[in-house]
């Protein structure tokens, strides 16, 4: 994403920063009595100079136009239309893994919105994992190593599979036994498929936490829960020149970018505010902590 932007977002995964949320929702609640419907939970995407020219309200109306999307390509070329995806090679995966395949039956699956999956878990929404998928690009080449810790669904594993290739190694981790039943289930429907069948993609059960060894070191390790910190075991596993994007904090987080230098040392920014589900034990999960 550019610097110059802010995502505004509406979601249970995670929230908007404070002070852009008030503005959201006055727009929100505009839109909900002009249209007298119930408004898709559909992504905003607010320039840093949003007072000056256009009015909030009015740009933020045309950014919902597409809230009849009803095809993968279409909701690509939404964000791309917006800015979100700014990435060939992003576009193209998230082109061809389709997220109907990895959201439950029944809800929409294109709508820019996180979705609860069960067990007190959640898929992201599109513009968080084409984010994502941006901040690791030069880290998902062909042949390189990839860990996605929190894989839920497998959709965000899936195109980490499809970027790296059969001569790479993609690695997901989930540590609820169901979700990596599902997930499995998902990918076969998928055009990863034949990279789970051979090998190169794989999903476990186990803490995310303690990363998956066996595989390490990783070019690009991508968490998709929030931790109170950067898990050590995480940062071992990250191969020198390799980046990891993981959200951090409590109450208030941050997707930080962690970058392991060639010489070893660790290099870590912001990147956006963000709102996700904490990074914890499968039980404390299930009990919804």
């Known amino acids: 994403m550019p610097t110059s932007s802010v995502v505004v977002a509406y979601g249970c995964r995670y929230c908007a920063p404070l002070n852009r949320r008030l503005l959201y929702f006055a727009a929100r609640r505009y839109l909900h009595h002009r249209r007298r419907s119930r408004l898709p939970l559909l992504l905003a995407t607010v320039t840093a100079n949003v007072c000056t020219g256009n009015s909030l309200v009015r740009r933020m109306e045309r950014l919902w136009t597409g809230s009849g999307i009803n095809k993968n390509k279409a909701m690509v070329e939404h964000l791309q239309r917006y800015g979100v995806i700014t990435s ?33 878990a959640t898929i992201s929404a599109p513009h968080m994992h084409a984010m994502c998928l941006q901040l690791l690009e030069e880290n998902l080449k062909p042949g390189m190593h990839a860990l996605d810790v929190g894989s839920g669904t497998g959709y965000l594993t899936a195109c980490f599979a499809l970027m790296v290739g059969p001569e790479g190694r993609a690695v997901g981790v989930e540590h609820i036994p169901e979700l990596v039943a599902s997930s499995i289930e998902n990918i076969q429907k998928s055009a990863a498929a034949p990279l789970l069948k051979e090998g190169s993609l794989s999903i476990h059960v ?39 994007v993981i959200p951090v904090g409590n109450l208030f987080q941050y997707l930080k970018v962690v970058d392991k230098n ?19 034990s499968r039980e404390a999960q299930l009990r919804g902590n």
């Open 88 to 120: 060939k090679k992003a576009s193209e995966v998230m082109e061809t893994v389709d997220r109907a395949l990895f959201v439950p039956e029944g809800t929409p699956p294109y709508v820019d919105s996180p979705m609860q999956i069960g067990h007190n």
């Open 206 to 244: 186990g803490d995310g936490r303690l990363g998956w060894p066996e595989f390490a070191p990783y070019d690009a390790i991508h968490v998709g829960a929030a931790a109170p910190d950067i898990p050590p075991a995480l940062v071992e596993q990250l191969k020198p020149g390799g980046r990891m």
């Open 262 to 280: 060639p010489d070893g040392s660790i290099s870590v920014r912001d990147e956006t505010s963000v709102r996700y589900v904490p990074l914890t």
